[in-house]
């Protein structure tokens, strides 16, 4: 009997080594294609979206580079995989993506039950509601019965049914696949008002073809921190996401930005020669150079770098930072240090 509980202990033991091998090997493959295919949202202004070129730009996708900096030593080498809501875990699950950047929103169900992890939050946002100016309402909760235009496979979905239900209000769902097919919706009048993430709503209504008759009501009805996510099994590639992210927040807290990084890396700060690799083994640990996170910031930027341009007020949305600033300015955007 010892020696049958010894042999299927012996089983489980290997099936398991076999699986967390299977798993633990995304950094040796993207290293091997020599790209790194990250998933996007199918084009959202200030996040992720193509230009005329099909050049991608935005939050999400700096994430996405920034990473291919770190772990391939050129931000250049990533193939974006546009994906709606509802195909983007199924393509991170499957292997097709290497790292999902979409504008995605860390909650216990999806940190617990799909195999995957988020390895951080790189915008903090929160849904809202965006109504045309010309239905003269000021708040959501004039809006019983409405028809509400949204996106499938979302927690939005969730959110909204909860907030008509708490509030004693009905309304009629119009859901699509996209959150540029809901724009269309709106802006056709197939409903009387869009909800979304507050950022999507600021990015959406730069897509209207007359952007100030739309407005977003003040009521924000959730928490939506939003990240990249990878699969569960492999804590060297969780690792090297994480800290990359988190690389791009400690450079700002420490001043370092893409146009004086190479000056920094003369510095005598301990925290500063860690993190651009003059001192330490924090790139060795994760199985990548000493001079990651120097290439990620030399080749991306910083955090607020990343953050202005895209959806700040270098940027169209002109987003303020809020509760996206440092903690030490304000907001509550905090990186584990480097050390």
Known sequence: MKNKLVKILSAIGTAA?????????????????????????????????????????????????????AVLGDAQKVKFVPLTAKERFTALQSGEIDLLSRNTTWTHTRDTSLGLNFAGVNYYDGQGFMVSKSLGVKSAKELDGAAVCIQAGTTTELNLADYFRENKMKYKAVVFDTSDQ?????????????TSDQSQLYALRTKLKKPSGA???????????????????????????????????????????AANVDKM???????????????????????????????????????????????GQDSPLKIARGLNALWSKGGILYAPPIR
């Open 17 to 69: 080594l076999l699986s967390a091998a299977a798993n633990a090997a995304t950094l040796d493959n993207v290293k091997k294609k020599g790209v790194l295919s990250c998933g996007v949202t199918t084009g959202l202004p200030g996040f992720a979206a193509p230009d005329k070129n099909n050049k991608w730009s935005g939050l999400d996708v700096d994430v996405c580079r920034a990473v291919a900096a």
């Open 182 to 194: 809901t724009r269309v919706g709106f802006e056709a009048g197939r409903c009387d008002m869009l």
């Open 215 to 257: 407005m977003v009501l003040p009521e924000v009805i959730s928490k939506e921190p939003l990240g990249p996510v990878v699969r569960q099994g492999d804590d060297q590639w969780f690792n090297i996401v994480k800290w990359t992210l988190n690389a791009l927040i400690n450079a700002e807290e420490m001043g370092v930005t």
């Open 265 to 311: 890396k003369g510095s005598k700060n301990p925290a500063l020669k860690r993190l651009l690799g003059t001192s330490g083994d924090a790139g060795p640990k994760m199985g990548l150079s000493a001079e990651w996170a120097y290439r990620a910031i030399k080749q991306v930027g910083n955090y607020s770098e990343s953050f202005e341009r895209n959806i």
